[in-house]
C-alpha cells in the first residue's frame, strides 16, 4: 500500500458514514484514491439512525491516510440527488470513475430478529429493501455509464454472507442475498464493456455499532469476548472496519480483476488472494472459523 497502488483514482462508496463503508474510503484513500464518501449523515444533521458519525470525518479520515476525501451529502433513494452527484463527478474528475462501493444499508433498526415476516413490520420490511435494492440499483444506473464510456471500471456489491442460504430472517435474508446476484447479474451485462462487478462480505465485523453493544472501544475490544452478550464467544474472530477496506484496494489495484467478475468474494479470502493483514496486524478468517464451528 506504500506505493499507492490507486493514486489517480477516482473512487465513490455510497454509504460512507460508518461501518464497513467508512473502512473501505478510507483504505481507498490510503492506497492514494480520491473517494467521494456520500451517505446522509453530516455534522449537526444526522440520519434516522441517529448515531454521531458523519461523511465529514470519514472524509477527514481518508485526507489523513494519504488520499483525497470528498464528502458528498446524498440520499441514495432520491434519484436526482444520485443523477447529480454523478454528474458532479463527471465534470470535476473529467468524466472519470474507476471504483464504485455500494454498501448503503441503514436496516439496523429496521430489522426484529426473532419475529416471523408475517408479525414484523411490512412497512419496515419494505423499507428495509428500498434502503438496499433501490439505493443500489439507482446508484449503479447512473455510476455504470461513467465506466462503459472508458471500458474500465470495478463495481462492488458489498453485502453479508457468500451464498443463498436464509440469515435467519426473511427480510434481511432479501436485503443481503439480492446484492449477490446484482453483482453477478451486472457482470453478465457489463463483460462486454470490460467492467468488473463482484459482490464482497466481510466477517465478523467489529463496527462501530457492534463495539457499542458489547460496551467496549476498539483499543480493549476484547475484553467482549468473555462478556454475556449473545455472540461474544465468536467476537475473538472479529475484523475492523479496515479489513474490508484493504481487500478492495487490493481488487482494485489488481490488473486481472476482470477474471473475478460475478463472483461472491469475501474479507478473507482475498487476504488469502493478496496477503494483506488487518490493521491491528491481525489475519482473521471468518471462512475457516465457521467451518471449524459448524455455521
Not at 455534522?43 to 439512525?49: E, H, K, M, T, V
Not at 434502503?131 to 440499483?137: E, I, M
Not at 436485503?175 to 457482470?187: C, Q, R, S, T
Not at 484493504?246 to 467478475?261: E, F, G, S, Y
Request: net charge negative; hydrophobic share 40%; proline share 4%.
Amino acid at each position: 500500500m506504500r506505493n499507492k497502488p490507486l493514486a489517480g483514482k477516482v473512487a465513490v462508496v455510497a454509504g460512507a458514514t460508518r461501518g464497513a463503508g467508512r473502512g473501505i474510503a478510507v483504505m481507498l484513500g490510503e492506497a492514494g484514491a480520491t473517494v467521494y464518501c456520500t451517505g446522509r449523515s453530516v455534522r449537526g444533521n444526522p440520519s434516522d439512525l441517529n448515531r454521531s458519525e458523519s461523511i465529514e470525518e470519514t472524509a477527514e479520515m481518508v485526507n489523513a491516510h494519504g488520499g483525497v476525501g470528498i464528502p458528498v451529502r446524498v440520499d441514495h433513494t432520491d434519484v436526482e440527488q444520485v443523477r447529480m452527484l454523478f454528474e458532479r463527478i463527471k465534470e470535476e474528475q473529467n468524466g472519470v470513475l474507476d471504483i464504485l462501493v455500494n454498501d448503503i444499508w441503514g436496516g439496523e433498526k429496521l430489522t426484529k430478529w426473532d419475529t416471523s415476516f408475517w408479525e414484523h413490520s411490512l412497512a419496515d420490511g419494505l423499507l428495509m429493501q428500498d434502503r438496499v435494492l433501490k439505493t443500489h440499483l439507482i446508484t449503479s444506473y447512473y455510476g455504470t455509464p461513467l465506466m462503459i464510456a472508458r471500458k474500465s471500471g470495478l463495481i462492488i456489491e458489498i453485502t453479508d454472507g457468500t451464498d443463498y442460504r436464509y440469515r435467519g430472517h426473511l427480510y434481511y435474508s432479501l436485503a443481503k442475498i439480492a446484492p449477490i446476484h446484482m453483482a453477478a447479474a451486472m457482470a453478465q451485462e457489463l463483460a462486454p464493456h470490460q467492467v468488473t462487478a463482484v459482490s464482497v462480505t466481510p466477517g465478523f465485523l467489529r463496527s462501530e455499532e457492534m463495539l457499542d453493544y458489547f460496551q467496549v472501544a476498539e483499543e480493549n475490544w476484547r475484553d467482549a469476548i468473555t462478556g454475556n452478550q449473545p455472540h461474544a464467544e465468536h467476537f475473538g474472530e472479529s475484523e475492523t472496519p479496515f479489513f474490508i477496506g484493504r481487500a478492495i484496494a487490493a481488487l482494485a489495484a489488481d490488473p486481472q480483476m476482470m477474471q473475478k467478475t460475478g463472483l461472491a468474494l469475501s474479507s478473507w479470502s482475498l487476504s488469502d488472494d493478496y496477503g494483506f493483514c488487518d490493521v491491528d496486524g491481525r489475519k482473521p478468517h471468518w471462512g475457516n472459523y465457521a467451518k471449524k464451528h459448524g455455521f
